[in-house]
C-alpha cells in the first residue's frame, strides 16, 4: 500500500545548519522509488520552503502549520487571518516591543530586507538568497531587526496567514488571553507561530488526503517540536526525532535517531517503507 509520509523541515529535514543530511537525502529517493509519496508539512512560509523542495524533489507541501496546502503546485487549501485581528496582533507586539513578521503566501513582510528563516540558521535576503548567520548571533540579529512592525503599505490587499512573535513562552500566555480566535504554535524558545484558531499541520494533513482520495491509515509524520504535536497525533504512525521536544516525544508513536545521526533513514527502515 502507498504511503503518504509528512516530513516537517528543521529539526527534522535539516539540522541547525540548515544542511540536509546526505542518508535523508537518499532515503526520500528510496522512498519515491518504493511508490511512497512524500510531503513536507512545516511552519515555514513558501518563500522559505522552495531550496528545500526542490533539493529533496518533492512537489508538496503544507506550509505554515496548515494555512496553505499545496499539492503539484495547485493550492487546494488556503486559511487567511482576519485582516482586523493582523492589525489588532500588530498593535498589540507594538505595544509589549516584541518583534514581528508577517507571512504572505508568496512574500514576509518586515522592517527590514533580511527575513528569518526560524528555527535555522539561515536568513533569507530578498527573495531566498541565503547566508549563515551563526547561532549566537542569530537571536540578537533577529530582535534588532523586526522591532518594528511591517509597513501596512507593504501587504495592503494580501492575505496574511501567519503572524512570527518574537516573544517567550511566559509572554505568549498575555496573547493567548486576548486572542482566542487564534492558534499558538511553538516551535523554539523565542519565537511563536500564529494562525488561525482550529487549523494545525493535522487539518492540512487531513485537506491533503480528501483531496486526493488517500487514508489517513496510510500516514506517517515526522517532527520534532509542539508545532508537529497535532500531525504526530493525527497520522497512523507519528515519529519524534531524537532532537525533538520531550512532550513529542512522549506521544510519539516511534522515536528516531537525531537528524544529524540518520534518524529519518534509519526510521524509514524500521518501518521498511525503505
Avoid at 50 to 57: A, F, Q, T, V
Avoid at 120 to 126: H, K, R
Avoid at 221 to 244: H, I, K, R, T, W
Wanted: net charge neutral; charged share 25%; with cysteine.
Amino acid at each position: 500500500m502507498t504511503k503518504i509520509v509528512f516530513f516537517d523541515i528543521d529539526g527534522t529535514l535539516v539540522t541547525k545548519y540548515n544542511t540536509i543530511p546526505q542518508s535523508t537525502k537518499e532515503a526520500i529517493r528510496k522512498l519515491k522509488t518504493n511508490g511512497h509519496i512524500p510531503v513536507i508539512a512545516t511552519g515555514r512560509a513558501p518563500l522559505l520552503i522552495e531550496e528545500i523542495r526542490k533539493e529533496l524533489e518533492i512537489d508538496s507541501y503544507i506550509a505554515m502549520n496548515g494555512q496553505l496546502v499545496v499539492h503539484k503546485g495547485d493550492v487546494i487549501f488556503h486559511n487567511p487571518i482576519d485582516k482586523q485581528t493582523v492589525d489588532r496582533l500588530t498593535a498589540k507586539a507594538v505595544e509589549r516591543s516584541n518583534g514581528i513578521i508577517l507571512c504572505g503566501g508568496k512574500d514576509i513582510y518586515s522592517n527590514s530586507i533580511v527575513s528569518l528563516a526560524k528555527r535555522s540558521s539561515v536568513w533569507t535576503i530578498l527573495k531566498g538568497i541565503g547566508k549563515i548567520v551563526p547561532g549566537h548571533m542569530q537571536l540578537s540579529l533577529f530582535k534588532r531587526l523586526i522591532r518594528k512592525p511591517p509597513n501596512p503599505n507593504k501587504y495592503a490587499g494580501k492575505p496574511i496567514y501567519q503572524v512570527i512573535l518574537e516573544t517567550t513562552i511566559d509572554e505568549e500566555k498575555a496573547y493567548k488571553e486576548e486572542f482566542k480566535d487564534l492558534h499558538f504554535a511553538r516551535s523554539n524558545t523565542y519565537t511563536v507561530d500564529v494562525i488561525s484558531q482550529g487549523i494545525s499541520k493535522a487539518v492540512g494533513i487531513q485537506k491533503f488526503l480528501e483531496v486526493n482520495g488517500y487514508e489517513q491509515s496510510q500516514t506517517f509524520g515526522f517532527g520534532d517540536s509542539p508545532n508537529d504535536l497535532e500531525m504526530l497525533q493525527y497520522v497512523e504512525v507519528g515519529v519524534a526525532m531524537g532532537n525533538g521536544w520531550d512532550e513529542i516525544k512522549e506521544i510519539a508513536d516511534h522515536v528516531a535517531e537525531s537528524v544529524h545521526e540518520d534518524g529519518i533513514h534509519k526510521a524509514l527502515k524500521h518501518f521498511n517503507i525503505i
